[in-house]
């Protein structure tokens, strides 16, 4: 079945650590997207990407960094400059007409 | 503030009908879609709406569009405890770097037994 994976589903950062979320789909999708949720909250874009080799910053970039050297691939990096990582993210990726399809999540807690 | 408005919380009692209201703002939207998101668990598209139709069904869910009023509604019938969720609206916008969603804060339906 298509779908999309992210990995792992938990995750444990140490103060000053760099840490990198997985994001893979096979549904032939160009766009994908990387989300920050914290609790009650709604959605905030971190970065986008259209097509391969390129992406876009997206509301809160600043402390993140992506790479798109795969269709299938968008991996997030939470680096130590990200001075409130904890919270839940989550992927998307799109054929931009019948909406987005979502990983099931990855939950960032710094310990 | 987002652009797309929902109010933040829902309460009904199992049985009853839920009616979840979205405001959104870009007249040229093509597409709007409700999404729902259980805890702890990704968002699952729910259903869609084309700019070009007032009312779309499927089963318990009923979608009304009001373009004048840029006013989205999901109903749904004979709520049960598994639709105790987070609802999401979104709109799909033009920008430079081509179509995107842009999503609301989410309404939080509770469904008392």
């Known amino acids: 079945d298509g779908g999309i994976t992210q990995s792992p589903k938990y995750l444990f950062r140490k103060e000053g650590q760099n840490v990198t979320l997985s994001c893979e789909q096979n549904?032939?999708?160009?766009?994908m997207y990387w989300y920050r949720q914290d609790p009650g909250q709604g959605l905030r874009l971190i970065y986008y990407s259209q097509i391969v080799n390129d992406f876009q910053k997206g509301d809160i970039a600043e402390g993140y960094s992506v790479s798109r050297e795969k269709k299938e691939s968008f991996p997030l990096t939470v680096t130590s400059a990200q001075k409130n990582p904890t919270a839940f993210y989550l992927c998307a990726s799109s054929d931009l007409f019948y909406g987005y399809t979502f990983g099931s999540g990855t939950r960032l807690t710094v310990v | 503030g987002e652009d797309v408005e929902q109010s933040l919380f829902l309460s009904v009692r199992e049985g009853d009908s839920s009616v979840i209201n979205c405001t959104y703002t870009d007249s040229s939207s093509t597409y709007l879609y409700w999404y729902k998101q259980e805890p702890g668990a990704g968002l699952q598209l729910l259903t869609y709406?084309?700019?070009?139709?007032d009312m779309k069904q499927d089963q318990r869910l009923t979608v009304l569009l009001n373009k004048k009023d840029k006013h989205l509604s999901l109903r749904i019938a004979d709520t049960q405890t598994g639709d105790s969720a987070i609802y999401f609206c979104?709109?799909?916008?033009?920008?430079?770097?081509?179509?995107?969603?842009?999503f609301g804060g989410g309404t939080r339906l509770m469904v008392k037994p």
């Open positions: 549904l032939n999708h160009d766009a």
């Open positions: 979104a709109e799909l916008r033009a920008n430079n770097a081509g179509n995107m969603l842009t």
């Open positions: 709406i084309f700019s070009n139709m």
